[in-house]
């Protein structure tokens, strides 16, 4: 099974909204990053969070991390119609050069 | 940018055949990944390389074989494509340290296996 799963797998709300998603792994990390798949293209990324950080922020993206609970949350303030898209989290697994992906989150902003 | 360059983007073939994807890097970066894409799956990784003729395996390797003769090109081959390799081949570089490196990502190459 996946190292990353996240939830939820759909999500859709109106713009201005906040969009929050949540990735849970399995083993020790590294790091864990965030990026992003508009239909059809390839991943873009978001931000990286380093394993002895607890929280993060880019702009309107700000990331946690809890490795006591090995989750992660992504949350996207003032949605906009443009941040629709999948965003998958990606684990770096200690010790190694190995990056997992989780299942992705759809998300969808209504204008 | 990271400069990678998938090839082919798409391609159609037949069960039993061979195929090999490429992907090329401009940035001379050290680590170089391959996932497939699959509904339902996310990104799965299948082989990735930490040097010039340094590989290792991936969550989905069976089936795969990778190269890595040259930094700037990492090479994913089916031996016998089967028709559950029928998927969208990411290949990703790392930027600086691969523990703690940012992926980028090419565009992608679509394969049909009929």
């Known amino acids: 099974s996946q190292q990353g799963e996240e939830d939820p797998q759909a999500l859709s709300i109106q713009e201005g909204e906040n969009a929050t998603m949540n990735c849970s792994y399995k083993?020790?990390?590294?790091?864990l990053q965030w990026y992003r798949q508009n239909s059809g293209r390839g991943l873009v990324h978001l931000i990286l969070?380093?394993?002895?950080?607890r929280e993060k922020h880019s702009g309107r993206l700000r990331v946690t991390l809890d490795t006591s609970k090995k989750s992660s949350s992504l949350l996207i303030t003032a949605s906009r119609a443009a941040d629709t898209a999948s965003y998958f989290c990606?684990?770096?697994?200690?010790?190694?050069?190995?990056?997992?992906f989780g299942t992705g989150t759809r998300l969808k902003v209504l204008a | 940018d990271a400069g990678i360059t998938q090839s082919p983007r798409h391609k159609v073939t037949e069960t039993g055949t061979p195929v090999t994807l490429r992907c090329h890097q401009t940035e001379n970066h050290r680590y170089m990944y391959w996932y497939r894409q699959d509904p339902g799956h996310g990104l799965r990784l299948i082989h990735y390389?930490?040097?010039?003729?340094?590989?290792d395996k991936g969550e989905v390797s069976d089936g795969y074989s990778v190269s890595r003769s040259k930094t700037e090109d990492f090479l994913l081959t089916l031996e016998s494509a089967t028709s559950s390799q029928t998927s969208v081949y990411f290949c990703a570089i790392s930027e600086g340290e691969g523990r703690t490196g940012e992926l980028f990502f090419g565009e992608g190459s679509r394969l049909t296996v009929l």
């Open positions: 990606a684990t770096g697994l200690a010790g190694t050069y190995k990056y997992i």
């Open positions: 969070i380093r394993s002895n950080e």
């Open positions: 083993t020790s990390i590294n790091n």
């Open positions: 390389s930490y040097g010039v003729k340094d590989t």
